[in-house]
């Protein structure tokens, strides 16, 4: 946050104050659920990754609406999320977790999906993008 003040970085510095008023909300939310310790590490990533989905839905209204410069501010924002995220799996080593996880599981329907899901979202959260990985499950499955 202090970095993008010196730069005068408007659109990083906003960007920054969103995820810190959302981390703040849910943080006072869980507080007042008794949970004293606050939010854990997962409700951050899984925060992170609401608001990237979000911003993901944004552009794709921007676009059909024809508004180009508030999708780029959107998608903008999106990279600044991510670099407060740990780094993504790219599409062949989730390929190969999702195979290692169906082999394991022993899947060979659909009905077994929810299984590999819940065992994919435990192992790598926040490492893996679920809808990508959610299509790839079904596709092996289906």
């Known amino acids: 946050m202090k970095t993008a003040m010196k730069a005068k970085d408007t659109h990083t510095l906003s960007t920054i104050r969103l995820i810190l008023a959302a981390l703040k ?13 606050g939010i854990s590490d997962d409700d ?25 410069e508030l999708a780029e501010q959107e998608a903008g924002e999106i990279e600044i999320i991510k670099q407060f995220m740990p780094e993504q799996m790219d599409d062949a080593t989730m390929a190969a977790a999702i195979d290692a996880m169906v082999a394991e599981i022993g899947a060979a329907s659909l009905k ?23 299509a790839i499950v079904k596709g092996r499955l289906g």
């Open 112 to 134: 077994d999906m929810g299984k590999v899901m819940a065992r994919l979202k435990e192992l790598h959260a926040g490492k893996m993008d679920f809808s990508k990985a959610s």
């Open 44 to 68: 951050i990533l899984s925060l992170l990754q609401a608001m990237i989905k979000q911003r993901h839905d944004s552009i794709e209204m921007y676009e059909k609406g024809g508004r180009l």
């Open 25 to 37: 909300d849910r943080d006072i939310a869980a507080r007042a659920k008794g949970n004293q310790d």
